[in-house]
C-alpha cells in the first residue's frame, strides 16, 4: 500500500491522505520503522510514502503531535529515516518543541550525508522564517562548527543571509561572518579556503552583502590575498570575482584588482570584475581614475581575443549601456581615456577605433556594440560614431543572427541620441535616415511587408 501511495504518478490530495492513515496510523508505521524489521524494501517504501503525507495540508497538520516520533527519527541511524524527520521540520511553521529539535537539525547537517544535510538545511531555513526562529538559531549554531562541518554551517548562512534583511542583520550581529574571515585568513587548506570562497561569492550577490559586508574585515583580507602572488592562483581569481560583485566603494580592492591586469593568466577575470564594479554609478566613477585605462586598453588593443572581450564588456558595464551619464569629473576622465588610446594608437582617433572592433569576429561585434551603446549619448562619441560611413553601414545592415539584436539597440540608441543632440548639419541628414530605416525594420532587418499572391493552380 505505501509503494503504491508513493508512487502514484497524480499529485496527492488531503482526501487520499487521509484514507491511507485511516486504515495505516502514524503510530502503526512509525512502530515499523522503528523496529528496523528486515523486509526489503519495506524502509524505502514507508519513506517515500511519508513523505508524500507529509506534502499535505493534512498530513503536516499532524507532525506537531508526533513531535518525540521526530526527535526519535532524527537520531536514527537510518540516512533515510533522518532525511525523512528534516523534511517533517521543514513542515512546521511554529512549535514550542523546535527549540528542542534545533540542535537535532544541527547534528544531521554536520553528520549526515548528503541528502540528509540538504533536509537539514531547508528545515533549519524554514525555521529561520517562522516567529521566533532567529532568536532560536543564531546563539547555537556558532558553537555547533566543527572541522569536518564548518562548510555545511557556511552554506547554511550564505543561504539564509539571501533569505531576508532581517536575517542578514542577525547573522551580522551573532559574529557569525566571522567564520568567513577566518577561512579567507587561512591559506594553508586551499581547497577548504576554495570551498568558502565559493560559498562567500554566493553570499555577495545578496542584496544585503554591501550593507553587512563592507564593515568586516573580509575586504581588507581578500585585497591581501589579490595582492600576494604566493597564495594559489585560483584563490586570488575567485576572490577578484568576490571583490568585483561586491561593487565596492573602498579603493584597496580596486588597486588589488588593477595589479592583477598585468597577469596574463588572471587579467580576464580582473576585468569582468572590474565590469561589475562599474556597473554602478558610484564604482565606475571610482574606477575612472586609476583602473579604467586598463579597460579601454584591454578592449581597444588586440591583445588576445578573450582579453580583449572582457574588456569590451567590462567598459560597456562602466560607460553605463542602460545608465544615464557619470558625474562630471568622470565624464570628462572617460572622454580623455578614449582619446588617449586612440592617439597612442595606430588609429589615431575613437572613431577608427570603433570601426577596428566592428569588423571582428561577431561576439567582438556584440561586445562593441554595448560599449557603443553606452558611449554614444556623449556629444563627442556621437559625432565620432556619425562621421564614420563605415560604422553606419555596419550597425545598420549587420546580417549574423546571434548580434542582430544587439546590433538593434546599438542602431536604436545613435538614433535616439542624434535626435536629442538637435545637430544642425546637412551632412548627417542621410545618416539619420537610414538609422530610422533600419530601427523600423526591427533587429532581424523584417524587408517590406509581405502581400498575397494570386496564382494558377498547377495541374496534372
Not at 198 to 219: G, I, M, N, Q, V
Not at 334 to 348: E, H, P, Q
Request: hydrophobic letters at 45%; glycine letters at 6%; aromatic letters at 6%.
Amino acid at each position: 500500500a505505501a509503494s503504491d501511495f508513493s508512487s502514484y504518478p497524480g499529485y496527492q490530495t488531503d482526501a487520499s491522505a487521509k484514507e491511507f492513515l485511516d486504515r495505516f496510523p502514524l503510530p502503526v508505521i512509525f512502530s515499523v520503522l522503528g523496529s528496523g524489521a528486515d523486509v526489503p524494501g519495506l524502509e524505502t517504501a514507508l519513506v517515500s510514502c511519508l513523505e508524500r503525507i507529509f506534502s499535505t495540508k493534512y498530513g503536516s497538520s499532524l507532525i506537531p503531535h508526533y513531535m518525540p516520533f521526530v526527535q526519535t527519527g532524527l537520531c536514527a541511524d537510518s540516512e533515510l529515516i533522518r532525511r525523512l524527520a528534516c523534511k517533517a521540520v521543514a513542515y512546521l511553521l511554529e512549535n514550542s518543541q523546535l527549540l528542542i529539535i534545533y540542535p537535532l537539525l544541527v547534528n544531521c547537517l554536520v553528520d549526515g550525508n548528503e541528502q540528509v544535510a540538504t533536509a537539514a538545511m531547508d528545515a533549519i531555513t524554514n525555521l529561520a522564517g517562522s516567529p521566533g526562529g532567529i532568536g532560536i538559531i543564531f546563539p547555537n549554531i556558532a558553537a555547533q562548527c566543527s572541522s569536518t562541518a564548518k562548510i555545511r554551517v557556511l552554506a547554511l548562512i550564505a543561504k539564509l543571509f539571501s533569505a531576508s534583511s532581517s536575517l542578514a542583520s542577525a547573522i551580522y550581529n551573532s559574529n557569525l561572518l566571522t567564520l568567513f574571515e577566518a577561512e579567507v585568513n587561512n591559506t594553508d587548506d586551499v581547497l577548504m579556503t576554495l570551498s568558502a570562497l565559493e560559498l562567500l561569492y554566493e553570499l555577495a550577490d545578496s542584496p544585503h552583502a554591501t550593507e553587512f559586508l563592507l564593515t568586516t574585515k573580509l575586504l581588507r583580507l581578500l585585497a591581501s590575498m589579490i595582492s600576494n602572488t604566493s597564495v594559489d592562483s585560483a584563490l586570488r581569481l575567485r576572490a577578484i570575482m568576490i571583490g568585483g560583485r561586491l561593487l565596492s566603494k573602498t579603493e584597496s580592492i580596486i588597486l588589488a584588482i588593477d595589479e592583477r591586469l598585468e597577469d596574463t593568466d588572471e587579467s580576464e577575470s580582473a576585468l569582468e570584475a572590474l565590469g561589475e564594479i562599474g556597473s554602478s554609478n558610484s564604482g565606475a566613477a571610482l574606477l575612472l581614475s586609476p583602473a579604467a585605462r586598463h579597460v579601454v586598453v584591454a578592449g581597444f588593443e588586440q591583445q588576445g581575443r578573450g582579453k580583449q572581450l572582457a574588456g569590451l564588456h567590462a567598459l560597456a558595464n562602466i560607460v553605463g549601456e542602460s545608465r544615464p551619464e557619470l558625474g562630471n569629473d568622470a565624464e570628462e576622465c572617460l572622454r580623455r581615456l578614449m582619446y588617449g588610446v586612440a592617439t597612442s594608437s595606430s588609429k589615431l582617433t575613437p572613431s577608427a577605433l570603433f570601426l577596428s572592433i566592428l569588423q571582428q569576429d561577431s561576439e567582438i561585434r556584440m561586445a562593441a556594440y554595448r560599449v557603443i551603446s553606452g558611449l554614444v549619448i556623449r556629444h563627442w562619441c556621437l559625432i565620432e560614431i556619425c562621421s564614420k560611413q563605415e560604422i553606419i553601414d555596419i550597425v545598420t545592415d549587420e546580417t549574423t543572427k546571434n548580434v542582430m539584436e544587439a546590433r538593434h539597440n546599438c542602431c536604436s540608441a545613435i538614433y535616439a541620441a542624434l535626435l536629442a543632440s538637435n545637430i544642425q548639419n546637412k551632412s548627417l541628414s542621410g545618416v539619420a535616415q537610414k538609422l530610422q530605416e533600419a530601427v523600423k525594420r526591427g533587429p532581424y532587418l523584417a524587408k517590406e511587408e509581405a502581400q498575397p499572391i494570386v496564382v494558377t493552380a498547377d495541374r496534372f
